[in-house]
T-cell receptor
Framework: AQSVTQLGSHVSVSEGALVLLRCNYSSSVPPYLFWYVQYPNQGLQLLLKYTSAATLVKGINGFEAEFKKSETSFHLTKPSAHMSDAAEYFCAVTVQGSGNTGKLIFGQGTTLQVKP | GAVVSQHPSWVICKSGTSVKIECRSLDFQATTMFWYRQFPKQSLMLMATSNEGSKATYEQGVEKDKFLINHASLTLSTLTVTSAHPEDSSFYIC?????????FGPGTRLLVL
């Protein structure tokens, strides 16, 4: 069975500061990992995904995440926060099977606040 | 690419009526679509997995007779909330699968009076 834990339900940073959102996963088989962002009253937008290729994954809007198997982590980072980054962020894990799209297991979400 | 739409974006209905929500993949075909429900300040709760041409697979605790799902084509899945009650008020989000990744619609806000 797979699970995801996002450490910190609320993270606050100053504009221009480093953003670090933590995600740890549990999976008995090699996982696929995702980060999604949700703005108020909207659906989820894919930021980036890890699918067993490069362990450092670059996504949209300057975000990146590193898959660390030894730490079972997939933390999301951005060097310099913008006000527009304020949103809810979800980490998710799935197990793929022969081209099918598997069920996503979501973390609890982390609210990112960016202070001017 | 990988755009998913939902219609309507929000709906208000009276208790006891049925509401249909459409989920469309606009620029790709999706064998599998998913329906989620999200409560305020919470994560997404998977309701069911919809496979084109077959019956949906519902998660434990989700009433299949209340939340009817139809996936009649590779670009359209519908969720019908039957005999809606105020406790069904929520934010419903669909997603469509492509290449092992789920792409999400913008969500539908349902308010049952």
């Amino acid at each position: 069975a797979q699970s995801v834990t996002q450490l910190g339900s609320h993270v606050s940073v100053s504009e221009g500061a480093l953003v670090l959102l933590r995600c740890n996963y549990s999976s008995s088989v090699p996982p696929y990992l995702f980060w999604y962002v949700q703005y108020p009253n909207q659906g989820l937008q894919l930021l980036l995904k890890y699918t067993s290729a490069a362990t450092l994954v670059k996504g949209i809007n300057g975000f990146e995440a590193e898959f660390k198997k030894s730490e079972t982590s997939f933390h999301l980072t951005k060097p310099s926060a913008h006000m527009s980054d304020a949103a809810e962020y979800f980490c998710a894990v799935t197990v793929q099977g022969s081209g099918n799209t598997g069920k996503l297991i979501f973390g609890q979400g982390t609210t990112l606040q960016v202070k001017p | 690419g990988a755009v998913v739409s939902q219609h309507p974006s929000w709906v208000i209905c009276k208790s006891g009526t049925s509401v249909k929500i459409e989920c469309r993949s606009l620029d790709f075909q999706a064998t599998t679509m998913f329906w989620y429900r999200q409560f305020p300040k919470q994560s997404l709760m998977l309701m069911a997995t919809s496979n084109e041409g077959s019956k949906a697979t519902y998660e434990q605790g989700v009433e299949k007779d209340k939340f009817l799902i139809n996936h009649a084509s590779l670009t359209l899945s519908t969720l019908t909330v039957t005999s809606a009650h105020p406790e069904d008020s929520s934010f419903y989000i669909c997603s469509a699968g492509r290449g092992g990744t789920q792409y999400f619609g913008p969500g539908t806000r349902l308010l049952v009076l």
